[in-house]
């Protein structure tokens, strides 16, 4: 019989930062009528934090529901024999019209409850486009041509600044030393 994990625990599972994020071209900005770089965000997609909430809770231990008319959705969790409930809405995307919405109220309550949250902390990038438009490489050798290209292109330029990131939250009692964030501000200026 295994172990009941404490709720601490289960937070820590569904909070742990996310290791591999995807990532999605947000826009695209223009140079004199040609567009030249393109700015891309990091995302959890629905299946992702469903398998997180899985991993903490069990899938017996929480559920969603999503109401069409006002595009919210909500995630219950079993938490001492009660449910406790977070809602947030979305807003439709424009591949998937209402689908996308509901995606977004889930992925959104989702974050109230504390998933991905870290990924705010990445922020957004930009990336060149080539004559063709499409996202290249920093040294223009790669076409990104997939958002899988992207995702994985970014994935490893950022993975040097995720784990300063983990540093950071996971020292919250050193927070407060002025060595320690002078040293985390110093070592965020060399893997940017």
């Not at 019989?1 to 995807?22: D, S, V």
């Not at 398998?51 to 079993?78: C, H, K, L, M, Q």
């Not at 990038?125 to 997939?146: A, C, F, V, Y």
């Amino acid at each position: 019989m295994m172990e009941e994990l404490t709720f601490a625990k289960k937070m820590e599972i569904l909070t742990a930062p996310i290791g591999n994020p995807k990532w999605r071209i947000q826009s695209k900005g223009p140079n004199v009528g040609k567009k030249t770089f393109c700015i891309v965000v990091p995302y959890v997609d629905a299946r992702m934090v469903q398998e997180r909430f899985d991993e903490a809770f069990g899938a017996e231990n929480w559920e969603n529901t999503y109401d069409p008319e006002s595009g919210s959705a909500s995630i219950s969790v079993r938490i001492g024999g009660e449910w406790v409930t977070k809602s947030d809405v979305g807003i439709e995307s424009k591949s998937d019209g209402v689908k996308g919405k509901a995606s977004d109220a889930f992925k959104r309550a989702a974050v109230l409850w504390g998933v991905g949250r870290d990924l705010y902390l990445l922020g957004q990038k930009s990336l060149k486009l080539n004559e063709k438009e499409i996202p290249i490489s920093q040294d223009g050798s790669i076409e990104l041509r997939t958002p899988t290209a992207i995702s994985n292109y970014m994935n490893k330029l950022s993975t040097s600044l995720g784990l300063l990131y983990q540093i950071w939250n996971l020292n919250k009692n050193l927070q407060v030393d002025d060595n320690f964030k002078d040293l985390i501000t110093k070592l965020k200026e060399y893997v940017k």
